[in-house]
């Protein structure tokens, strides 16, 4: 090396972060909304209902209207109402001799047509719910890994291979920051290059082993994608055995329905799995063959406290309440992986913990924001001395205002998207998406035509708005307004709403601070400045 092997890793370092930084910048602020993905998908439905009923109750509800709805069904999926969310789904999958696959795909669906069939159901009543289609928070959880408009396996290559890089550029960074610790508690604001770099090392330092974590393990969550030599070395003829075997799941039931019998109540398995399980929470259960002699039911824990994304599944005969079975103990490897995919969901989280797991996504997403915009900061004297901007200045200014700024234009428009787009229209969820996609894009195309510091507060102060208004848009288009929502203790709707004024308010600033800022002097301004005070003073 013709450099120190500290200089070799801030090139490194550099070149690693700006390359791919723009779409780490999307992933992290999708992922980091993902925490609360159950929280948007409830606002972004805003004529489900509260649960005021407990989980037996609600359980025998969905299996009065399923029994009504789909009673020749193969099979019934039920997803219990949970503080986060308190719709109930319900799933349930039709002989193939039924019905052929609906042509329309999405209507015929919901109504029961074809070979699979789901409703949303009220808790309180087993009534189905005519709530507007939307993907709510799952858009989010889904572009972060899968992104859109794209292939998903060539999504997932390009989140991986910028996971790679966002890898790379941590280790990298702590190498060239020897004094790492000490540059937490250092920011000098007003000092130009020295704030930027300053900011990008405090918001870096500051969540590092959450940086460090949520990069790998979300590296691991797809690590067959990336890693499948081994498994089809193992199994080169059935590789769905791998995953049953490895993941410990419950043996697929096999063979037809055999006479008929009356099961007995869901309230007795599911007391009985609690007592198995010490207390858990249930999340679910799924019944084979409905209504036969034969019929089965598997019944899944909730994740609740357990750190680990593979969740216990239990067994029963619907008829007699034998318990059948239960899902294999796990061996080390499967333990692992799934402690590791389970600290990137972290489903297991607490409102406390989870708190704290967004606002260390929100540091990320700051660490690489303001790492794009520090390769700028950098570059300007250099182009400046020469006189012109060169092209790749010009075009990074343009990504770091369309990205920086634009993004939080974007996920703003998502939400006004849900809000005016009609309720029957078709495809209404992939509108939304549209929406969200549209709204970046003309970000973009404005900072391709204008990179200059006006976009910039332009930008942000159009997000601004944007999202302090939500709560006003929420109340002219809704009844589930802010005031509504605390009177009736509904805090997960009321908190969407104040944090999306939080959410304008900092925009606002940021865009202020852009408007007003003044570059500070150079030193041969300073110079000439202590000069004349100098000879004033003599004077």
């Known amino acids: 090396m013709k450099q120190g092997f500290r200089q070799s890793m801030a090139w490194l370092h550099t070149w690693t972060g700006l390359l791919v930084g723009w779409v780490l910048l999307l992933i992290f602020m999708a992922g980091t909304a993902s925490y609360y993905r159950e929280e948007i998908s409830r606002w972004m439905r805003p004529e489900l209902p509260r649960n005021t009923v407990d989980a037996d109750q609600a359980a025998a509800n969905a299996l009065a209207f399923l029994r009504e709805r789909a009673p020749h069904a193969e099979s019934w999926n039920v997803s219990l109402p949970d503080p986060r969310n308190p719709a109930m789904r319900t799933f349930w999958r039709n002989p193939e001799s039924m019905a052929p696959p609906p042509a329309d795909g999405g209507e015929r669906r919901r109504r029961g047509g074809g070979r699979f069939g789901d409703a949303t159901l009220d808790p309180n009543t087993g009534r189905e719910v005519s709530a507007r289609d939307t993907r709510g928070g799952d858009f989010f959880y ?179 309440g034998a318990l059948l079975g239960a899902s294999p103990d796990a061996g080390g490897a499967t333990r692992t992986r799934g402690v590791l995919y389970g600290l990137h969901l972290a489903r297991f989280a607490e409102p406390g913990l989870r708190a704290l797991f967004f606002l260390s996504g929100l540091a990320g997403c700051l660490m690489v924001a303001s790492g794009v915009v520090l390769w700028a900061v950098k570059e300007r004297p250099k182009h400046a001395r020469a006189g012109k901007t ?81 709560p006003l848009l929420n109340a002219l288009t809704t009844r589930t307004h802010l005031v509504a929502a605390i009177a009736d203790g509904d805090w997960a ?5 104040l944090a999306m004024i939080g959410f304008g308010a900092m925009l606002a600033c940021c865009a202020w601070r852009v408007q007003h800022w003044q570059p500070p002097p150079s030193a041969a301004q300073r110079k000439r400045r202590q000069h004349g005070a100098g000879e004033e003073a003599r004077a």
């Open 390 to 470: 060169g092209v790749g200045l010009r075009l990074v200014d343009a990504l770091n205002i369309g990205t920086v700024a634009g993004l939080p234009i974007a996920f703003a428009a998502y939400f006004w998207g849900n809000r005016l787009l009609p309720l029957q229209l078709a495809g209404r969820p992939a509108a939304e998406a549209d929406v969200f996609f549209c709204a970046w894009g003309a970000a973009l195309l404005a900072a391709l035509a204008w990179p200059r510091r006006a976009m910039w507060a332009a930008q942000l102060y159009l997000g601004a708005a944007a999202f302090a208004l939500l």
């Open 142 to 320: 889904r572009l972060h890994f899968d992104l859109h408009y794209l292939p998903v396996l060539w999504a997932r290559w390009i989140v991986g291979f910028c996971a790679m890089f966002m890898l790379v550029a941590i280790v990298t960074g702590v190498i060239t920051h020897k004094k790492i610790f000490r540059d937490f508690f250092t920011f000098r604001p007003g000092k130009g290059l020295r704030s930027w770099l300053d900011f990008h090392n405090v918001s870096a330092v500051m969540a590092l082993p959450y940086h460090a974590m949520i990069t790998y393990t979300g590296i691991v969550t797809l690590m067959f994608l990336y890693l499948p030599w081994g498994v089809k070395a193992a199994y080169p003829d059935d590789e769905d055995a791998f995953f049953n075997d490895a993941f410990a799941r419950l043996a697929e039931v096999q063979g037809p329905a055999a006479g008929r019998a009356a099961p007995l109540p869901i309230q007795q398995l599911l007391d009985s799995a609690r007592r198995h399980w010490n207390g858990a929470q249930i999340a679910g259960f799924v019944v084979h063959r409905p209504g036969a002699a034969n019929a089965v039911v598997d019944i899944q824990q909730r994740d609740g406290r357990r750190l680990s994304i593979d969740t216990p599944s239990l067994r029963y005969d619907a008829v007699s």
């Open 493 to 497: 709707l009321a908190g969407f709403d």
